[in-house]
């Protein structure tokens, strides 16, 4: 009978080596490298579907490169939001004003998957998933959790967290860290934002927790860029900061969180305008 690890704090790394859970099953294949290749939106071609129409040379120019790469064996790439909606009802911003009115005269109810904006934002950015099954608990004392160690053999950039498990504490602040072993390599000229999965309240009723959201900028930097190639580029681990309702069951696989590229503050401004009197 496998054993499992308790609920508890890390006290120390020999405490950890001695408490072995069952081996996670590793993803098939070899790690894959970060290469530079063509047209790409987050290293791979791989990881999202490509659009039919082919961008223009102008378009290919203005495009951002987003580079990524496993820290650990057992993460999962990267892939494009695409929540799911209700495809076969219409969209209302595609029907003229007397269409929309006949489809509520015929008793019609709107839903919010018929907003256009609440579709975009359902299908833009990529997604994180956590890469092992994790239970987290909040008690008297403080955060206990159950997490898998990271094996030394899946440590691929030899990055290892405090706790040596896939869950972390932020300087003994009480809220756990859930640390999904991707590392990105963004250009200096825009942040990355890490959020919640868009209206999890309606995607992932079920959801016993929420996501800490943040802004990852130059200004702040803690992880190494370690290529000569990316001179332009600082790094940044897609670690979350999670907020915990109930005790929380996480199962490798699960959503956990959106990355998205976005302007820093200095380079925009809100300006009311101001019509002639």
Request: glycine share 6%; hydrophobic share 35%; with cysteine.
């Amino acid at each position: 009978m496998n054993r499992q690890i308790p609920f508890e704090l890390w006290r120390s790394t020999r405490s950890i080596a001695q408490r072995r859970s069952t081996p996670i099953r590793k993803p098939l294949g070899r790690a894959w490298p970060l290469v530079s290749a063509p047209r790409l939106r987050l290293l791979s071609s791989t990881m999202e579907e490509e659009t039919a129409a082919s961008p223009t040379r102008g378009e290919e120019a203005d495009r951002i490169v987003v580079y990524w790469e496993r820290e650990y064996l057992t993460a999962f790439p990267p892939e494009r939001l695409k929540l799911d909606f209700h495809p076969h009802r219409p969209m209302l911003s595609n029907l003229t004003l007397d269409e929309q009115r006949s489809l509520a005269a015929g008793g019609y109810k709107v839903l919010p998957d018929d907003c256009g904006p609440v579709r975009t934002v359902g299908n833009y950015g990529w997604l994180i998933r956590c890469p092992a099954d994790v239970k987290l608990r909040r008690t008297a004392e403080g955060i206990r959790w159950q997490s898998p160690p990271i094996l030394p053999e899946e440590r691929l950039l030899g990055y290892k967290t405090f706790s040596g498990m896939y869950v972390d504490l932020i300087l003994n602040s009480g809220y756990p860290k859930l640390c999904c072993g991707i590392r990105l390599y963004y250009p200096k000229h825009i942040g990355l934002m890490m959020k919640d999965v868009p209206n999890h309240f309606y995607h992932h009723p079920e959801r016993t927790f929420t996501v800490w959201e943040g802004l990852k900028t130059q200004e702040y930097k803690r992880t190494p860029n370690q290529y000569d190639w990316l001179p332009d580029y600082e790094a940044f681990t897609a670690n979350f900061l999670l907020q915990l309702h109930k005790p929380t069951t996480i199962k490798r696989g699960d959503p956990i969180g959106v990355i998205l590229p976005v302007l820093l503050p200095k380079q925009f401004t809100l300006e009311e305008i101001q019509r002639p009197r």
